[in-house]
């Protein structure tokens, strides 16, 4: 796998609809479904800067979730579409820290906001350092 020199995109947004099964009988969102929709936009940030998850494996590059923080504002309901901003907000040595914001489409409302910090570990999940094409082109 080829690797980009840099990494130049530190902002990207999805759209999320959530589904039934993520809701509680009432159509509200379940709280478990965040880290997971945090994690949809960390993925799609990476491919917008030409990167998978699954290269970076393949080349012994591995990121865990070592922290992980929401704030749960407002109830996002069912069916109802949401748009996520994912957001690198830096990269050092050995992490690469993420914030993210929630909002309903039709009004802009912040429904939740957080943050995220993943370490970088090699395949026997030893802290290693995060590669330089990772680093954005303005650090």
Known sequence: MDFPTRT???????TVVPR??????GGVVHHSAYPVWFEMGRTELLRANGLAYKDLEEAGIFFVV????IKYRRPAQYDEQLELETVCSAVTASKVEHIYQLRRCSDGVILAEGSSILACVDGEGKIRRVPEF???EDQ
């Open 66 to 69: 070592a922290e992980l923080h």
């Open 20 to 25: 039934y099964a993520e809701t509680d009988k």
């Open 134 to 136: 990772m680093y954005p």
């Open 8 to 14: 130049t995109i530190q902002s990207h947004t999805i």
